[in-house]
């Protein structure tokens, strides 16, 4: 399994520029979730999926949309970015092995990104 | 979601055993203790969780007060390799399984 992967690796955007970043898992798992980590921060979440047509907002979701039309998909779409954005992106995935063990969440390597 | 609290940053001899304390004494009965590290610029790795028993993996032991309001992950022989910020995180296990919301950690360095 090559388990979360991201794309790209790293990218620079200018000012009100859109992009998607890409995250796909190949583990079956039914939970996905997005976070952002600014630099010296701890992660903060910004939209998670419990399964393929459901998203949700999580702490931070201004300026963001996601869908999830796949089990495997979970792209996050930044609008219009602004320098508020630049951050390391990091895209996860988990599954309910049972109860208390649905948080053993697997994360990918990070996007990051830079708006100029 | 109950909140945690967690030293800023801690050291430790190579070596000898690291133990990191959580407070969350606001945790309900239902929440359970998850702890997570982040190495320096890569995605954060789950280690281990627990409800109220202690629990040990081939990564570190987890020991939950009686009164579930604190508890403490040791790593028994510390090497360079774990240094890295732990998070502590307390979660009830719903359906929700992707929201996790992760604090400011706890910077440990393991020192020769």
């Known amino acids: 399994n090559a388990g979360v992967t991201q794309t790209p690796k790293f990218q620079v955007l200018k000012t009100g520029q859109s992009m998607t970043l890409q995250c796909a898992q190949d583990?079956?798992?039914?939970?996905m979730s997005w976070y952002r980590q600014d630099p010296g921060m701890g992660l903060r979440l910004i939209h998670y999926?419990?399964?393929?047509?459901?998203?949700d907002q999580g702490e931070v979701p201004n300026g963001y949309n996601v869908s999830r039309s796949t089990t495997e998909d979970f792209p996050l779409r930044l609008l219009s970015a602004a320098p508020s954005q630049t951050s390391v992106y990091f895209c996860?995935?988990?599954?309910?092995?049972?109860?208390?063990?649905?948080?053993?969440?697997?994360f990918g390597p990070g996007t990051r990104l830079t708006v100029t | 979601d109950a909140k945690t609290t967690q030293p800023t940053s801690m050291d430790c001899a190579e070596g000898r055993a690291a133990n990191l304390p959580c407070n969350h004494s606001?945790?309900?009965?239902?929440?359970?203790v998850y702890w997570y590290r982040q190495i320096h610029s890569q995605g954060p790795q789950y280690i281990i969780h627990?409800?109220?028993n202690n629990e040990t993996n081939e990564m570190a032991s987890l020991i939950i007060t009686e009164d579930r309001k604190s508890s403490t992950l040791i790593l028994p022989h510390a090497t360079l390799r774990d240094t890295a910020v732990y998070y502590c995180i307390v979660r009830v296990a719903d359906n929700q399984g992707g929201k996790l919301i992760f604090g400011q950690g706890t910077e440990l360095s393991v020192k020769p």
């Open positions: 606001t945790i309900s009965g239902n929440e359970y």
């Open positions: 999926s419990v399964g393929a047509g459901i998203t």
């Open positions: 627990g409800l109220k």
């Open positions: 583990m079956n798992h039914e939970y």
């Open positions: 996860a995935s988990s599954y309910e092995r049972g109860r208390g063990a649905a948080y053993e969440q697997y």
